[in-house]
């Protein structure tokens, strides 16, 4: 199936709910967005939609936010990193856009599935059954670059901290190049741009990118990407399909430092 049937198939189930917000919304005509766990406030005057959707026998439910201009897809695959809902909306403000985001109940995974480990569609396979329906509803409102908003524990295990990633400890595949000059909560080991290519920090593109977020005080972690060994993360499906591709990762609650990230970000991209 082509992903323009897949994109079809997707928006035919969608429950259109109007705008989020009260009388400052652009339209209050119909039922606003709710979600179980996540103030959707935020996104007052942004157009809401749900997708709901059942896929290998896991019901999905994916909020998407349009602002109605042109710009980056902010993609948020965990439900319970609250801070990077915040992000999302003020990139929506500020850069246009849509976002796109779980949402499963303020868990970290859905029906036992981590949503980022669910990018199994297209030029990318993990060897299962395929997920073609949740990469569509992730992706379909378009736009680039593509920038997934995480926010983690502190630390990693190698680190003694309980998080899933660190710059002290890059993950396999990875290499870490933190920022001489970072402070305050640049300087924290689970503040970081994460980058991906095929040749990792030897791509000349990244490597630019990554001397210039250096420069400003962001740290950097650089995955080398090798598609026939993929974890179906969106920095995997990205380079896969040849998506501009980054990742703000900062410490949960650390809104005001990811907003900060992205705004670096957004000048270099």
Not at 159 to 168: E, F, P, Q
Not at 239 to 264: C, F, M, S
């Amino acid at each position: 199936m082509t992903i323009r049937a897949l994109l079809f198939c997707i928006l035919a189930t969608v429950a259109l709910a109007g705008c989020v917000g009260g009388s400052d919304s652009a339209s209050n005509s119909c039922a606003p967005l709710t979600d179980r766990d996540d103030d959707l406030s935020a996104f007052a005057g942004f157009c809401g939609e749900e997708t709901n959707f059942t896929e290998h026998g896991v019901a999905w439910r994916i909020l998407t936010f349009r602002s109605g201009k042109r710009g980056p897809l902010f993609v948020l695959p965990h439900d319970n990193e609250n801070a990077a809902v915040a992000t999302a909306a003020y990139g929506l403000g500020r850069y246009g856009g849509a976002a796109t985001m779980v949402d499963s109940g303020g868990t970290r995974s859905n029906g036992g599935i981590d949503p980022n480990r669910n990018f199994d569609a297209g030029r990318l396979s993990c060897g299962k059954g395929g997920s073609p329906l949740f990469v569509a509803a992730m992706l379909a409102p378009g736009g680039s670059p593509v920038i997934g908003l995480h926010t983690n524990a502190p630390g990693s295990a190698a680190t003694g901290g309980s998080g899933h990633v660190s710059i002290r400890s890059p993950y396999s595949g990875a290499t870490a190049f933190a920022s001489p000059s970072a402070t305050g909560g640049f300087a924290s080991e689970d503040a970081m741009v994460i980058l991906a290519s095929r040749a990792g920090p030897d791509d000349g593109k990244t490597r630019r990118l990554t001397e210039a977020l250096n420069a400003e005080g962001v740290n950097v972690l650089v995955e080398t990407v090798d598609t026939a060994r993929t974890d179906c993360s969106l920095s995997h499906y990205a380079v896969a399909n040849g998506l501009t591709y980054a990742n703000i990762e900062v410490p949960h609650g650390a809104a005001a430092t990811q907003r900060a990230i992205l705004d670096i970000l957004m000048r270099h991209l």
